[in-house]
């Protein structure tokens, strides 16, 4: 999962000394890489005969490491289980596949990590292959040793699952795209893509080859004009004008590069003003960008693309890297048939990160998307909660003595009237009747439901981006660190359904802002308030964005240095 965010706030830590949970805890999070964290051994502040409830991590992405780290570990007993023994600076893997930033610069052991923060936490280098929720199990398999039967099977059970396992690669079931494309989530995969584009140099430079052959080995294909697709094309060509250019000068004209995108233009999430420059230097740089196509099958030597005026088109090529889009594991989808989310293409949380069906599993980062309730879901009980002195007709007034709540609960009625630039209730109350300046003004159920008909069209899913996953791991720790207080004090909305208030307020995503390197030292940014820069000053700001934002001091030092010896020496062209 590529990092697009600008910054986000430091996490708060809500400590409380009293016990927060009796079991244990299993959190699967949704990042680039699977894991399972859980929590165990009680510490001696705890009153005596107190049992910690376990909560387990699978994942040690963004969203299971951000989580972990602002956890209080004096509450739970902590596992966490991850084919991978650390984290990695994921939005800097397009770095990594030209030499920019060497792969050790970007990682940090997750026992490390651990140790720094304190605590009794327990890791597991495993993955998880199946999710019991009945009897709170997960069956586990060693990547690293077996057990006395030979297969490395364990089984670990839990009080509290977090899920955060990220995704995988989505190929559309392309033909041929496992078989001969690179993908770009893992730091492995940028390490192969690195060998790959050295070896095509070099076997363009045998001897024995035509022209024809050189220009096939030389010809480099990116699948997708997303975020990541288009910073690896962008580094690509720096790496090749910059430093293979000179090692190779007898063929480095015979180099190219060619992006291919679905839709009408790349960068569709970003402003338009950043499209069209982006399009435009890729132009000047000679970078081919073909918008529009599609991609139906991929072999060993060549690339079949559609495009509705031209058919199909075969295209020879050296390399290819698919970069399309995010998948959800297969243990996860054989879970969410579990829990009758089999129709669903990730798994479904509520506005509180917990797996709808699923007691006591939560959710985070790209393997699950948040299922907002609609207004429209809800418009009798909302109606029925507001008319206090059970009148059947709603006023001003009664309607503005539970507006906060409903902004909480529902965030689509505030950035519905926002779009419509509506300045409070009763601009949105006069679509439903006409005079509402007069807080005695009765409305109907009816007329409040034509009022509020169309603010559900303001619900969208999150980017599954690193932002999102990180915002989520630091909110759910805070949850978790609450968990008593808020039994106790609840601070969230109005329940709705049922009697009381949540516990917590749901989560909401603050966006703050997104990155395109587009090559050249120039970097397009875009920030809140519809703020867009672009150009080298904002490459700066992305050095100093992406240096804080490193997980440690060794790491950011590790890529400074990077940083600084490609500008003196260039860039490491080693096959390694």
């Not at 007993?77 to 397009?94: E, G, H, K, M």
């Not at 995969?189 to 052959?213: G, H, T, W």
């Not at 829990?339 to 393997?367: F, K, M, P, S």
Request: with cysteine; net charge neutral; aromatic share 10%.
């Amino acid at each position: 999962m590529r990092w697009t965010a600008f910054a986000w706030e430091s996490a708060s830590r809500a400590f409380n000394n009293r016990p927060t949970f009796t079991g244990l805890v299993v959190v699967l999070a949704a990042s680039s890489g699977g894991g399972l964290v859980a929590y165990a051994d009680s510490q001696p502040d705890q009153p005596q005969g107190f049992k910690k409830k376990k909560v387990v991590v699978l994942g040690t992405g963004w969203a299971g490491t951000t989580f972990l780290r602002n956890l209080d570990s004096k509450l739970y007993d902590v596992q966490v289980i991850s084919p991978r023994n650390y984290f990695a600076f994921t939005p800097l893997l397009p770095s990594v596949t030209c030499g920019t930033v060497e792969p050790r610069s970007v990682v940090e052991p997750i026992r490390r990590i651990l140790e720094k923060k304190g605590g009794d936490f327990k890791f597991w280098e495993a993955e998880c292959f199946k999710i019991d929720p009945a009897n709170k199990k997960i069956h586990c398999r060693s990547n690293v040793g077996t057990n006395l039967d030979g297969n490395g099977e364990f089984l670990v059970d839990y009080d509290y699952l977090v899920v955060a396992v990220g995704a995988r690669s989505n190929t559309f079931n392309t033909p041929g795209v496992t078989e001969n494309c690179h993908f770009l989530k893992e730091v492995e995969d940028a390490q192969k893509i690195r060998r790959s584009v050295m070896d095509c140099f070099e076997k363009a430079s045998l001897p024995y080859l035509n022209e024809e052959e050189r220009k096939k080995n030389l010809h480099f294909v990116v699948v997708g004009g997303g975020p990541t697709g288009v910073e690896f094309a962008a580094e690509l060509h720096d790496f090749v004008t910059e430093d293979l250019s000179k090692l190779y000068p007898s063929i480095q004209h015979l180099v190219k590069i060619s992006l291919i995108e679905a839709a009408d233009h790349i960068l569709t999430m970003f402003d338009k003003r950043i499209t069209n420059f982006a399009e435009d230097k890729f132009g000047r740089d000679g970078i081919d960008v073909k918008t529009g196509y599609k991609v139906v099958k991929v072999s060993k030597d060549a690339i079949t693309m559609q495009n509705p005026a031209t058919g199909d088109i075969a295209v020879p090529y050296g390399m290819a890297v698919w970069s399309t889009g995010i998948g959800t594991r297969p243990f996860v989808v054989d879970f969410m048939k579990q829990i009758g989310q089999a129709n669903r293409r990730v798994l479904a949380t509520d506005e509180w990160l917990r797996v709808r069906e699923c007691d006591d599993v939560y959710a985070v980062g790209d393997c699950a998307t948040i299922n907002q309730r609609r207004v429209m879901e809800d418009i009798s009980e909302i109606f029925r909660v507001a008319d206090k002195d059970k009148s059947e007709t709603l006023t001003v007034k009664e309607i503005q003595d539970i507006l906060e709540d409903i902004y909480v609960r529902y965030p689509q009625v505030k950035l519905y009237m926002k779009s419509k630039q509506m300045n409070g209730i009763a601009d949105l109350i006069r679509t439903g009747k006409g005079d509402t300046e007069k807080e005695s003004v009765d409305l109907s159920i009816e007329e409040f439901k034509k009022a509020l008909s169309l603010v559900d069209s303001q619900v969208k899913n999150l980017p599954a981006t690193t932002q999102v996953a990180a915002q989520q791991g630091q909110y759910l720790a805070t949850c978790f660190n609450k968990m008593q207080a808020a039994e106790e004090n609840p601070e969230g909305p109005i329940r709705i359904r049922g009697e009381g208030r949540h516990r917590f307020n749901p989560f909401r995503y603050r966006h703050l802002g997104q990155f395109a390197p587009l090559g050249g030292e120039q970097t397009a940014a875009q920030l809140p308030g519809d703020w867009v820069s672009i150009g080298h000053s904002s490459q700066w700001l992305w050095y100093s964005v992406y240096a804080t934002k490193q997980i440690s001091w060794r790491t950011r030092a590790l890529v400074i240095s990077d940083w600084g010896r490609r500008f003196i020496f260039g860039r490491d062209s080693s096959g390694i």
